[in-house]
């Protein structure tokens, strides 16, 4: 038996040594799976954090771009409200202005006429309807 139990207690300690070692190997590697989950779940966590702050960024651009159209149409509106007016203003000018003119002549017309009859005050009423009618 001594020539028997050396080698087979060698080969039951290489064995065991083998089986520690493969069990050493699984936690190590057991161990760097987890890490590499955890890393994993937070670059997973970062890169949402990141896509939401972008999310974001573009959200408040969008609504800045919005707001400054907004306030360049209010503007230009305003603008164009103005020149309308001012437009306006220039033909009711115009118009009185056509107005006191044709009033000025058909006033010269009627006095003329009135001072060419006589004083008669039929014919001044005939005189202002005719006048009237012109009008």
Request: glycine letters at 4%; aromatic letters at 2%.
């Amino acid at each position: 038996m001594k020539f028997v139990w050396p080698p087979l207690t060698q080969a039951m300690q290489e064995r065991q040594k083998k089986i520690a070692e493969g069990l050493d190997a699984a936690g190590r590697a057991e161990r760097d799976l987890q890490l590499a989950q955890e890393r994993a779940a937070q670059m997973l966590r970062e890169t949402k954090e990141q896509a939401a702050e972008i999310l974001d960024r573009a959200n408040k651009t969008a609504n800045a771009i919005v707001e400054e159209a907004k306030a360049q149409a209010r503007s230009e509106g305003e603008k164009l409200i103005a020149g309308a007016k001012a437009e306006i203003d220039l033909e009711v000018n115009r118009a009185k202005d056509q107005l006191r003119s044709q009033v000025a002549a058909l006033a010269v017309t009627g006095a003329e006429q009135i001072l060419q009859s006589s004083v008669d005050g039929a014919a001044h009423n005939d005189l202002v309807a005719k006048l009237a009618s012109q009008l």
